[in-house]
């Protein structure tokens, strides 16, 4: 957690400084859930991520490395440095910005893997606002009609881009999935303890049932959707800071440890930045 945490703070920084290409969503606030979902699942499980995916990406792949090279544009990135943070590709992880198209792709990678008999499951991130896609519906009728080992998480931070949740979305998230005969769950928290158990509990379901779950995990992002287009008040977001993911660790850890995991991931991602600086840029031929 204090990885994705201090490199979306490293990445903030460098894009201030006019040192990244594209654009920056990061996942400051929303830590927890990505560690305790990818604590939960097997290596060959695969994970499909959105535009806010750098948080996805380190819990499951800790390649802080290869993830800032690609976007930072060098050859060395995980996809050669042409595809950003929001076109990733490793191992068992993809991402792509297309909010409603990943449900459909992961839907498809889920028949894949029931078709295989495999003991593989499918994990998608979306958030509140990707239900105002009509894919997502789409999608969920037939991954409920196949009965495909699909786990949709979904990270309800509350705003669609700028849009708060209660001028977007009508209803609850929740009915509108068991309206497709799925079965859901949802909690707010930011707390690992809490949030460990929870995403235990949905894997198990998905993996043993064979069916697709829904876990709705109502969270806050504490920085802008993107770089600095923040409209939200101030008091706001000084509110949610009081229940910010990191605050947590201290209640389960010493606080002499927490300073040594916050030295070593700071010499790490020093050592990454300067590798990185040294890279070669990618070819755009």
């Known amino acids: 957690m204090l990885l994705i945490r201090k490199f979306e703070e490293m990445l903030l920084e460098l894009f201030s400084k006019g040192e990244l290409f594209g654009t920056t969503h990061t996942y400051v606030g929303q830590e927890a859930i990505a560690v305790s979902l990818v604590e939960n699942i097997k290596p060959d499980d695969i994970i499909f991520s959105n535009h806010r995916c750098h948080g996805h990406f380190l819990a499951k792949e800790d390649d802080p490395e290869g993830l800032l090279a690609e976007i930072m544009g060098r050859e060395k990135g995980v996809c050669g440095g042409r595809g950003g943070s929001q076109h990733l590709q490793k191992n068992n992880f993809y991402s792509n910005g297309i909010q409603g198209g990943i449900v459909a792709n992961s839907l498809g990678m889920a ?3 029931k078709y295989n008999n495999t003991n593989n499951i499918v994990i998608t991130f979306i958030g509140d606002g990707t239900w105002g896609e009509g894919i997502v519906y789409e999608s969920l009728n037939m991954a409920s009609l196949l009965s495909v080992p699909l786990l949709l998480v979904v990270e309800n931070n509350m705003y669609a881009q ?5 001028l977007n979305l009508a209803g609850t ?6 309206a497709f005969g799925i079965s859901c ?7 690992f303890s809490e949030l460990y158990p929870i995403f235990n509990a949905a894997v198990k379901y998905v ?3 064979k069916k697709p779950f829904v876990q709705i995990i109502n969270t806050y992002r504490l920085n802008a959707h993107s770089k600095g287009d923040d409209d939200r008040s101030e008091k706001e977001i000084l509110k ?7 605050q947590y660790i201290e209640k389960n850890i010493t606080h002499s440890k927490v300073s ?12 990454v930045l300067d ?8 070819s755009l031929t």
Do not use: C, G, H
């Open 111 to 113: 028949f894949v893997e």
């Open 162 to 166: 700028s849009t708060p949740i209660e």
């Open 173 to 178: 998230i929740l009915q509108r999935a068991q």
């Open 185 to 191: 769950d949802e909690i707010s928290s930011n707390n």
């Open 207 to 209: 993996r043993t049932k």
């Open 240 to 246: 949610n800071w009081e229940n910010e993911p990191l």
């Open 260 to 271: 040594e995991i916050k030295r070593s991931v700071d010499k790490r991602l020093k050592s």
């Open 275 to 282: 590798k990185v600086k040294e890279m070669k840029y990618a």
